[in-house]
């Protein structure tokens, strides 16, 4: 374990630590655009050069490794003049872009300029070096040649993670820029990750540009909501309304990385209309507006009416494995605990859709929603009434009489979404008594008995369980218009209209709860849910 | 020894030292600076009043009035829509709705540029916070309507100036800025100095007057 | 003067084999098989051989550094990618005495153990491919290369490969990336090509006239070679002179001649009764000579550091009194901002903004503070990069500023 000392400051690192990396573990900076933790080192952008005593010559940090006994300075006259003289090369030939570039607010150039440059430039625009600007590389990436730094973080990308190597260097000297071979399309199911990693506004995003400042926008910590992997992502939203999805860097499950898919999959939130308002539907078959109270104590009752009269085997809880853990635990509290239901389902597609199976050998896996290992792990699924088709079977035959459903769509689409959702319509309609917690109107909706509306991914506080079984936290960025409640609040009313004893008012009280009860889920803590995430027992 | 004060009994005094002239007199020379103004003003040697609408105040270069959109040689707004001014601004008055230039070299233009001169307060970080000179202040300051609904500027208004001519570009950091930066030709700007008039206000510049005659503006429309 | 690299140069056809063997040539490397590796590379390491592509390495040095017990092969690399402005010795080698290069290669491939090995041809040098590969047929035809080298139980294949008009790619590792069918970008050092070279196995590369000087050496023995050149620069070295002088063209002097003598007597002087003005000795990436510093410089590497240049590749360059020094500066620049490889920022951008200033310049558009910016690019790009591609336009723009800043001085308007 080298022990060497930064700033005068000694730590010691793991054997393999470059003294970038072990500056960081010390909190201390050094200026870098090539380097990035997930990529091969390239050492071109001569960025990140540091004084290490006994080297004649400036060392780059982020390919020196850590010796022991090491002596390095970032931060003395020496280094600051070669960070300076750098960042001068850099600004030389680059575009006076910033009015109209999106990078604005979070470009390295800027903030690196702010700090270790605020030099007058010595270099008349007419001068600067042209290349093409505005380029659509493909359906998510925008290009500016002239704004590129040539760090070749893209081209690693698309050489090291995705393996397809569709960017690299054209030209030579200072007229390289950057591009696709023989101009083709950037049709990579990855491909807006290099947005993210461009430390400039040369890669931008097309679903992004020019919607909003970044100066504007909260971020808040999230979970991607698109399939079982549960990418540690942030949403960054002003007043409402989503404008982008980025990666927050979790070693454990998504590195630095997001598929496209997920990227976009606030949009499917934003189309379709939202069911704002509890409904009950009358003797006239019409569903009518009621309030909350009214609807949970009709539900209440009803549910237990059918239980008294045909037994707590008449009644399915359907649960979605797109519900928060918080929303499932509560729903199994209210059915089993106080109902007595013993036939749980969650699953709408195929019933042995595995839940770690991978779609590519990168991110995506085939399940579409975030949360089907906690509802395996919540024990919400009764293998022997036959999945979905038997519980639909069950219901024409009669013995099934009742079912509450939880149904939200899935955020990333697939063929197979709408024999989905095709069946739920079917097990709506073949029950008497159907209560289905949506968060978007579908044309089957109509068709239930009682209608309650919830909040969907994003809108609420809650945590998810992935693939791995990790649990991470899901924080609420955005609050619809409308009588929406969260799912774990809708059972907690259920609860206690129905007599039990109940003292939360937050989601983190019902993760406390959840932790206190459920075996797999003991010793978690809600501090350990965050990045990256803990992992529950292997039961 | 003590001295005895010596009495005098006013009113004797002033029955000695009474005149005809004196009652006369006395009061007109407490009186003369007032006189004198009075005479001033009835003569119109001296004017310190501005008779609004006809004669204006004249203010300084840097004015800060209502706010014009600067325009290219082909009469498009100048802006980027870099979100400068709508970030400066104190009150939070400027909207701005930003679209795709189909010249490259300009990127970015606004589809709408809104200022709500009711929440504005003419501070003027809009024109120190713009990179590109396309937001800059006149020495107008009758921005009147007839509805809440006029008072939220669009382009259009912020843009075309037609009575510009009579008011004159306020503030503009830079002073090299171009009349053709505007979106139409200024006219002469009409200058008539009233002969003869002094003021007494040091700290108003009373050159260049401008009258208008709004008999005379309606005959001509 | 004995000649250890140009003794052929006046015999005609010497691309033929049969003219070749019937003045002894190939003879060198039979002695060479008849010894052990590790005794040749001994033999090298005494002789002083230092790489004479301008780095000046000593090459048993450099060859001693590749590890004995790889499971990798060894790879020898000939660096025949002479673009050094000025330097066009290697190409008179290639040209007039192939055989001369092959039997050197072969010597070297024997010493390191290597079986396959490639001479990196200088793109533009298209014509010169064809002399070399009808002298690499030949010799295959003759059985010196091939699975037995002269009857031996050894196997060595020479290949040679074009390359596509770069200067950067005579730079070692980014020579190994152009070969290996990648951008010719150079490396980060470490790792060193002698460990993780082409094809991430040990390689070394050699010069052109390095690898010449091994039959010699061979066949007399390294005493014989350490016996000629001074204390630290043993050996011959091949001269390439142009510019103003009567008789340019390439000259093999012992090290330490002295360098008016070469000047005035090898190559003619200066003609037509002028004055010499300037001399860059050893290729544009050193540092210029004024006329008064030339006297008494000895031609070898530690004379020339000291006097404030190097010796490089020996790519002579005089220049007389007509010579306008911006003039002269800006062309040089132009090269550098062309064959920069645009891989790291200071060398991309500065090289680029160099040429440009110096353009403006001569153009009469330049102003005073330009020569002072000219001078801070030069420190800002100096032992920053990740080659020295940088440092070789550092040198030339700083030693023709500082050494005849009037004439610059004089081009600018305030």
Redesign the interface.
Known sequence: MPKLTINGQEIEVEPGTTIIQAAQVAGIEIPHYCYHPDLPVDGNCRMCLVEVERMPKLAISCATLATEGMVVHTNNDRVKESVRGVLEFLLVNHPVDCPVCDQAGECRLQDYYMVYGLHTSEIPLEMKVRKQKVVDLGPMVVLDQERCVLCSRCIRFFDHVTHTGEMQFFGRGDHVAIGTFENRPLDNPYSGNVVDICPVGALTSRDFRFKCRVWFLNSTDSVCGGCSTGCSMRIDHRDGTVFRLLPRRNPEVNKSWLCDEGRMSFHELAAGERVRRPMIKGRDGMQAPVVWEEAVRSVDSKLKEIRDNHGAGSILGFASPSATNEALFLFKQYMAGQVGVTRFEFRADSEDKSVTEQEDNILRRVDKHPNSMGAIKLGLVSKEFGGIEGAIESAREGKLRAGVIIYFKPLVRRPTDEEAESRVAELIRAVEYSVVLAAHKTDWLAEASVVLPVTAWSEENGSYTNYQGRVQLARRAVTPAGDMRPVWQVFALLLAVSGADISWSTAADVFESLTETEPAYRGITYDEARLPGALVADI | MKKTPKVVNVADRAREEASVAKEILGPLVGMKLTLTRMVENMTGKVDPTIRYPEERRAYSDRYRGAHILTAREDGSPRC?????CA?ACPADCIYIE???HPD?????YPTRFEIDMLRCVFCGFCVDAC??EAIIMSRETEICAFGRGETIWGIDRLMKRPELPEFGLGYRPNKELVDSRLAFVPKEKVQKRLAGRVTMKEDVEMIPHVTFDPLKESEKR | MIKTLLMNIDEPDQVEIGRVRERGGYAALEKALRMEPAALIEEVKASGLRGRGGAGFPTGMKWSFVPKNSDKPTYLLCNADESEPGTFKDRKLMECDPHLLIEGMAIACYALDCHLSYIYLRGEFEFIAHTLQKALDEAYEAGILGPSVCGRDYALDIYLHLGQGAYICGEETSLIESLEGNRGYPRIKPPFPATHGFLASPTVVNNVETLCALPWIIANGSAAYAAMGTEKSKGTKLFSVSGHVAKPGVYEVEMGYPLMDFINNESGGVPNGRKLKAVIPGGSSVPVLRAEECEGVLLDYESLLKAGSMLGSGGMIVFDETVRMPEALSVIADFYAHESCGQCTPCREGTGWAAKILRNLIAGKGKRPDIDLLLKIADMMEGKTICPLADADVMPIRSFITKFRSEFEELCSN
């Open positions: 980027v829509a870099c979100y400068m970030t930003p679209g795709e490259p070299l300009i990127e970015k990179p590109e």
